[in-house]
């Protein structure tokens, strides 16, 4: 199936709920069929699905694809598998939300500093905190919780800023 080249949003036809697609996703039937634009795909590559011939997946050295955010593909196996190859750990039985969220918090990005996890809502989780704090370099005890990590984290700004 066909791979994304740009970010798209489509809203869902009977819950009117968006639906975020972003750039090397390969959507469902139901969104493919929605997505006109032929700007919004990636050119077709010819010998295997990343286009080096050893039908790997992967590009030379740019280390394992992250799997798509939503739709086909994009579930707990799949997640965990990509957070394992790139050196995240994740705790047994963490959601597919959680695994994601400690994805994010342990990228470096392009040169910028790991994002800091929302402090309410999806993606606060106790896991994602314990990620974002071991990006940033903080030394989490096993037992600390969610509230002991968001205070060590504050704290230390708090030192910084004096």
Do not use: C, H
């Amino acid at each position: 199936m066909a791979r994304l080249a740009a970010t798209v949003v489509l809203v869902k036809e009977f819950t009117g709920e968006p639906v975020v697609f972003n750039p090397g996703d390969e959507p469902p039937k139901w969104a493919a069929d929605q997505i006109t634009n032929p700007k919004a795909w990636a050119p077709e590559e010819e010998s295997t699905p990343d286009g080096d011939g050893d039908g790997s997946g992967t590009s030379g050295d740019e280390g394992p694809e992250e799997p798509p955010r939503v739709g086909k593909g994009s579930g707990v196996k799949a997640w965990q598998e990509y957070a394992e190859a790139i050196g995240v750990e994740v705790p047994d039985g963490a959601s597919r939300d959680e695994i994601i969220a400690a994805v994010d918090a342990s990228k470096d990005g392009d040169g910028d500093d790991p994002v800091e996890p929302p402090r309410e809502g999806e993606g606060s989780e106790l896991e994602a905190w314990q990620a974002y704090a071991e990006a940033i370099g903080f030394d989490v005890p096993e037992d600390a919780t969610r509230e002991e990590i968001i205070a060590a984290i504050d704290d230390d700004s708090e030192d910084s800023d004096a």
